[in-house]
């Protein structure tokens, strides 16, 4: 990643690929119930991983999360947003600028996995707008 060019990082629920950490500090996989649907961590060395904590980013998920469901997506997103926990605290951990937002905690429910897909997209882009404006992004 070019950190002299990427200004942010915005991502509505990040997951099937994995998340990055420093390679001495690859977390505990926390494994879905179908285990093979389970979130994945690499490790990378120091160096390249704190070219993440020069940058703000902001990860958003939606309804339809929990660890240990019957439901095969609720439980793949349960792992999913435990291990987006784990990369935010890592982030902040080493001096970053990381902020997980789980929409239900701001009363908008109803969103699946395809959040821009939502009919309350234009809400969620709202939120956006505002975390750039907040972040000196917005010009």
Do not use: C
């Amino acid at each position: 990643m070019r950190s002299d060019k990427v200004k942010a990082i915005v991502s509505y629920e990040p997951g099937g690929t994995p998340f990055v950490f420093p390679e001495t500090e690859i977390p505990k996989i926390t494994k879905a119930k179908f285990e093979h649907l389970s979130a994945t961590a690499i490790g990378v060395p120091m160096n390249d991983f704190m070219k993440l904590t020069k940058i703000p980013i902001v990860l958003y998920y939606g309804d339809y999360i929990k660890l240990g469901s019957d439901n095969v997506g609720e439980d793949k997103w349960g792992t999913e947003f435990a291990m987006a926990k784990q990369f935010v605290d890592t982030i902040n951990k080493h001096g970053g600028d990381a902020t997980l937002i789980h929409l239900p905690t701001l009363n908008i429910k109803g969103n699946s996995h395809f959040l821009m897909g939502e009919k309350n997209n234009q809400q969620l882009a709202d939120l956006m707008e505002k975390w750039l404006k907040e972040k000196g992004l917005d010009k």
